[in-house]
């Protein structure tokens, strides 16, 4: 069977077409500027060049109904009929503390995911976006939803709970619920199975470590802890997100600035983390390396900010699981950045890390990059949630 697996966003649409017998890509692609001019989808099918089609696409029905035309092209497609799609995997990114698991798609479930919407506004009306046009697209094919946050719903409650009233719990679920979970769960099972061992026998700590960076603790197979928060702007130093901070920071700049709380809560989404404690340079780690490189003090002042609270995070979480086995490394720069993993394991000698200075520089492949006499295993373990929403859609099956 072929799981096909969608990634919405307001005005974006990822996708991949997954075998699931043989766990290969069949095709892929991007979607971008739905609604806006200058629409364009961009398909890599398997073995065969990619081919790129401006069209204006005024709504993701369309744009679902162009991706579809792609995968069963005569010439540029990979599947002669669409009866060929199986199921659909939608990423949905809250599931609040309703959703601790993946999920076929009801009307009740479109509902649910709608109220969940308050809770990320900026993503789940698009998911809800893009399970609509799949439905219009491809009647009677089941559709399952994969929440990021299904994964952490196994935090303890001292977790979880903010240390504030505990009337803004009960009213309006404030509290942690982490994202990147699938991520976190594929590489923490992946990461036991390269050793040879049972996750459930395993401390490990995921350093998913992209434009979003979150960590996680899984202890027995299970979450029990997690960097991100109410929102994804909690936890580490990100591309654009500033993470931890001073609350009263927000009234600070906002008083200093004249600008509306909202309007500092976009400072620290977008114009905060690696690019504005770099001054601008960049969000993307390639250039920071770069500017270092060419002697630039404040990119290297961030390149460290963020190691150390990476490090931070980990030894902390020492203290979550009761120690550590394993440390993993995913995502853009966890898979690819020698400097991170360096400054990183260096913090963490005193536990015992021991990074191997040869492997240490590996980039994008499963390794381990510890030497045997480490206290602790580390690895690179690349992610691949596409894959890991198609295994738990055909699962619900
Ligand atoms: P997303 O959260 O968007 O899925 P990724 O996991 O793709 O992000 O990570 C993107 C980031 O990874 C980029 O911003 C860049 O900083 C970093 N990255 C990707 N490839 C490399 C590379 N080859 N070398 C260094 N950093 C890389």
Redesign the pocket.
């Known amino acids: 069977m072929k799981v096909l697996v969608i990634n919405c966003g307001s005005s974006s649409l990822k996708y991949q077409l997954i075998d699931s017998e043989t766990e290969g890509v069949l095709a892929k692609g991007l979607v971008e500027r739905i609604g806006i001019p200058g629409s364009v989808l961009t398909h890599r099918p398997e073995g065969k060049d990619k081919v790129v089609i401006e069209t204006p696409m005024e709504d993701h029905n369309i744009a679902v109904k162009l991706v579809i035309d792609a995968l069963v092209d005569k010439e540029h497609g990979v599947i002669s009929d669409l009866s060929e799609i199986g199921a659909v995997g939608h990423r949905v990114v809250h599931g609040g503390e309703k959703f601790n698991k993946a999920v076929l798609i009801t009307e009740a479930v479109k509902k649910d995911i709608e109220e969940l919407s308050a809770l990320a506004p900026l993503h789940n009306p698009a998911n809800l976006i893009g399970i609509n046009a799949c439905e219009k697209n491809m009647p009677g094919v089941p559709q399952a939803a994969i929440f990021d946050t299904a994964f952490h719903q196994t935090m303890p409650k001292r977790a979880y709970m903010y240390g504030i009233p505990y009337e803004y719990y009960e009213k309006y679920k404030v509290r942690r619920y982490g994202f990147h979970g699938t991520s976190h769960d594929y590489v923490s099972a992946r990461a036991a199975e390269i050793l040879g061992k049972d996750r459930k026998d395993l401390r490990i700590v995921v350093c998913h470590l ?3 960076a979150s960590i996680s603790a899984v202890k027995n197979g299970e979450c029990v802890d997690t960097s991100m928060g109410l929102t994804p702007l909690e936890g580490l130093i990100m ?1 654009t997100r500033s993470g931890d901070l001073d609350p009263a920071i927000l009234d600070y700049i906002g008083e200093k600035e004249n600008l509306s709380a909202k309007e500092v809560n976009t400072i620290l989404n977008k114009k905060s983390g690696i690019l504005g404690l770099s001054g601008g340079v960049s ?4 250039d920071i390396e770069a500017a270092i490189a060419a002697g630039n003090e404040k990119a290297k002042t961030a390149l460290e900010t963020y190691c150390y609270r990476v490090a931070k995070y980990i030894a902390s979480y020492a203290v979550a699981l009761g120690g550590i086995d394993v440390i993993a490394f995913t ?3 966890g898979e ?2 020698y400097d991170v993993r360096k400054q990183v394991t260096d913090y963490l000698a005193f536990m015992g890390v021991k990074a191997d200075a040869e492997k240490l520089k590996i ?1 994008g492949e499963e390794a381990v990059i510890s030497t045997p006499d480490s206290s602790i295993t580390v690895m690179i373990v690349p992610t691949n949630e596409e894959l890991a929403i198609a295994r738990q859609t055909l699962a619900l099956l």
């Open positions: 992209g434009n979003g591309g969000s993307d780690f390639r995502a853009g720069v690819n950045t980039r």
